[in-house]
């Protein structure tokens, strides 16, 4: 019997290892909760929710083709040689996974295992990132061949196995000891939950995508909010991709030029290439989830660490307004859009100067569609520790004037400061009368902002800095996309540079 191992492909189309794995052999499908993966200190009690719920739609996808969902609790290698001392593992089935350490030194267990019992295992490729890649050199055509490739169609109907193994109950959070945090108003997984948002966001939530990302009074309606589907695999990027190219084709030839939607669908699909270049960065690099990606860097902060202006950054008490809207609305609904995290980290790792592993931690328990590959590098870059990336702080007050401009955002957040003005709301302390719940700016923007440029930049002039980042580009920068393209109206350019700081994910 094959087995197919799901992990995070939480469902049943364009799902390589379910095809392959029931082309010639009855298949087990197994999902393996790992107590010692939810102990880990990235992850709490709402990503454990949402997988939950996508597991309950996956079981629904695979009773249709006439399979069941065998979930078995306990370390991953132990499962699978209890198996195959029960029946003769043929194969085992999955897609590839670049995720945080602990499910990379896993697979390396795993892999061990199998080699010992001479199990096959079959690892197929999951999105763009590309294994055992020599040069990112030609990595976009790499990109593009996969996502214009065919999707894989779920199997028909198989034959039922008659192994009669029971599912293990799935332990609570308490049994597991994962970090508690949990969503007042969470997103829900599931399958079917990201189909409905892919078609809301492309029949008319995402019209103004391009203007209204980076406001959070409007990110949450204009944002196609995909990421957590994405990084769970209840959707694959690929469908989305040609969803979404689909779409843009329909677009192109019934609007006028000027269309809002053009604009979007552009945008959108370039950062879907985005998601891919960060996760393909983890990848190639695994310490990027501990270490700076640029040495020069190291011991810049780690030994100045506050603990106090840590703890009033996680609960939202920084005296910064909008800052404190953020966090808040984060730890309420588990998702912030791209420019408000930018903006998070920046001011925790430059005006209050926290080396970005612990706050790093913190917000990846926080969203729940944490996806490691991307969460590290953007928290790098926003703390000025890859190298390569334009310095950019984002000045919390400009910041709430450009996108709160009435104090809307930070009125629904923070209601301590709601009978001010739109004149005070966004600089409390300068009110007539400041209100007496909500705490003093915990540190003075302008010269904490200032301080931060000059230790930055003083790292930037040093020795050797500029060869170190140079051999980070050559590792890690994006390339011009080599695909060629006939010149249409519709067409864009797929260049990038190493500085860039734009949107990466699907916020």
């Given at each position: 019997?094959?087995?197919?191992?799901f992990?995070?492909?939480?469902?049943?189309?364009?799902?390589?290892?379910?095809?392959?794995?029931?082309?010639?052999?009855?298949?087990?499908?197994l999902?393996?909760?790992e107590p010692?993966?939810?102990?880990?200190?990235d992850?709490?009690?709402r990503?454990?929710?949402?997988?939950?719920e996508?597991?309950?739609?996956l079981e629904s996808?695979?009773?249709?083709?006439?399979?069941r969902?065998?979930?078995k609790?306990g370390?991953?290698?132990?499962?699978?040689?209890n198996?195959h001392s029960?029946f003769?593992?043929?194969a085992?089935?999955?897609?590839q996974?670049?995720?945080n350490?602990?499910?990379?030194?896993r697979?390396?267990?795993?892999s061990?295992?199998?080699?010992?019992?001479?199990i096959?295992?079959h690892?197929?490729?999951q999105?763009?990132?590309?294994r055992?890649?020599?040069?990112?050199?030609?990595?976009?055509?790499?990109?593009?061949q996969?996502?214009?490739?065919p999707?894989?169609?779920?199997p028909?109907?198989?034959?039922?196995?008659d192994?009669?193994?029971?599912?293990?109950?799935?332990?609570?959070?308490?049994?597991?000891?994962t970090s508690?945090?949990?969503?007042d108003?969470p997103?829900?997984?599931?399958r079917?939950r990201?189909?409905k948002?892919?078609?809301t966001?492309?029949?008319y939530?995402g019209e103004?995508?391009?203007?209204?990302?980076?406001?959070?009074?409007?990110a949450?309606?204009?944002c196609?909010?995909l990421?957590?589907y994405?990084?769970?695999?209840s959707?694959?990027?690929?469908?989305?991709?040609?969803?979404?190219?689909?779409?843009?084709t329909?677009i192109y030839?019934?609007?006028a030029?000027?269309?809002p939607?053009?604009s979007?669908?552009?945008?959108?699909?370039?950062?879907?290439?985005?998601?891919?270049h960060?996760?393909?960065?983890l990848?190639?690099?695994?310490?990027?989830?501990f270490?700076?990606?640029?040495s020069?860097i190291?011991?810049?902060r780690?030994n100045d660490?506050?603990n106090?202006?840590?703890?009033a950054?996680?609960?939202?008490?920084?005296?910064y307004?909008?800052?404190?809207a953020?966090?808040r609305?984060?730890?309420?609904?588990?998702?912030?859009n791209f420019r408000?995290?930018a903006?998070?980290?920046s001011f925790?790792?430059?005006?209050?100067?926290?080396?970005?592993?612990?706050?790093?931690?913190?917000?990846?328990?926080l969203?729940?569609?944490?996806e490691?590959?991307?969460?590290?590098?953007q928290?790098?870059?926003q703390s000025?520790?890859?190298?390569?990336?334009?310095?950019r702080i984002?000045?919390?007050?400009?910041?709430?004037?450009?996108?709160?401009?009435?104090?809307?955002?930070?009125r629904?957040w923070?209601?301590?400061l709601?009978?001010?003005?739109?004149?005070e709301i966004h600089?409390p302390w300068?009110a007539?009368?400041?209100?007496k719940d909500?705490?003093?700016?915990i540190?003075?923007?302008g010269?904490?902002?200032?301080e931060?440029?000059q230790r930055l930049?003083?790292?930037?002039?040093?020795?050797?800095f500029?060869a170190i980042?140079s051999?980070?580009v050559t590792k890690?920068a994006?390339?011009?996309?080599?695909?060629?393209?006939k010149?249409?109206?519709?067409?864009t350019?797929?260049?990038s540079?190493?500085?860039?700081g734009?949107?990466h994910?699907?916020?």
């Amino acid at each position: 019997m094959n087995i197919v191992w799901f992990k995070r492909d939480l469902r049943v189309a364009d799902h390589a290892p379910l095809k392959l794995a029931t082309q010639e052999h009855s298949a087990l499908a197994l999902y393996i909760v790992e107590p010692e993966l939810w102990v880990q200190a990235d992850l709490s009690a709402r990503h454990y929710a949402f997988l939950k719920e996508s597991l309950s739609d996956l079981e629904s996808q695979l009773l249709a083709l006439n399979l069941r969902l065998l979930v078995k609790v306990g370390e991953a290698a132990d499962i699978f040689a209890n198996l195959h001392s029960m029946f003769n593992i043929s194969a085992v089935f999955s897609h590839q996974e670049t995720w945080n350490d602990w499910t990379y030194q896993r697979d390396k267990r795993v892999s061990s295992l199998f080699k010992s019992l001479s199990i096959p295992w079959h690892e197929s490729q999951q999105n763009g990132v590309v294994r055992k890649l020599k040069s990112r050199d030609g990595w976009a055509k790499k990109w593009h061949q996969y996502m214009t490739s065919p999707q894989i169609e779920p199997p028909e109907a198989v034959a039922s196995t008659d192994i009669d193994i029971k599912s293990d109950e799935m332990p609570s959070v308490e049994q597991l000891g994962t970090s508690s945090e949990t969503c007042d108003t969470p997103q829900y997984g599931g399958r079917s939950r990201g189909l409905k948002l892919l078609n809301t966001f492309f029949d008319y939530r995402g019209e103004s995508y391009t203007k209204e990302m980076s406001s959070p009074l409007t990110a949450f309606e204009s944002c196609s909010r995909l990421s957590t589907y994405l990084a769970y695999g209840s959707l694959s990027i690929r469908e989305v991709f040609q969803f979404a190219q689909a779409r843009k084709t329909d677009i192109y030839e019934q609007s006028a030029p000027g269309s809002p939607w053009r604009s979007s669908v552009r945008s959108f699909l370039s950062r879907l290439r985005w998601h891919c270049h960060f996760i393909q960065k983890l990848e190639d690099e695994p310490s990027i989830e501990f270490k700076n990606l640029h040495s020069a860097i190291d011991g810049l902060r780690e030994n100045d660490f506050n603990n106090e202006h840590f703890k009033a950054w996680c609960e939202g008490l920084t005296g910064y307004p909008l800052i404190d809207a953020c966090m808040r609305a984060l730890r309420a609904t588990g998702w912030i859009n791209f420019r408000m995290r930018a903006m998070l980290v920046s001011f925790s790792s430059n005006h209050l100067w926290l080396h970005w592993r612990e706050p790093s931690l913190h917000l990846a328990r926080l969203f729940v569609d944490y996806e490691p590959g991307i969460h590290y590098s953007q928290v790098q870059m926003q703390s000025g520790a890859t190298g390569i990336n334009a310095i950019r702080i984002y000045n919390p007050n400009k910041q709430a004037v450009d996108q709160d401009p009435d104090g809307e955002f930070i009125r629904q957040w923070v209601p301590e400061l709601s009978g001010l003005s739109s004149l005070e709301i966004h600089t409390p302390w300068l009110a007539k009368d400041p209100p007496k719940d909500y705490p003093q700016p915990i540190v003075e923007e302008g010269s904490a902002r200032r301080e931060a440029n000059q230790r930055l930049y003083a790292i930037k002039r040093s020795k050797n800095f500029k060869a170190i980042s140079s051999r980070i580009v050559t590792k890690h920068a994006s390339r011009k996309n080599t695909v060629k393209r006939k010149k249409t109206k519709s067409s864009t350019s797929s260049s990038s540079s190493s500085s860039t700081g734009q949107q990466h994910e699907l916020f």
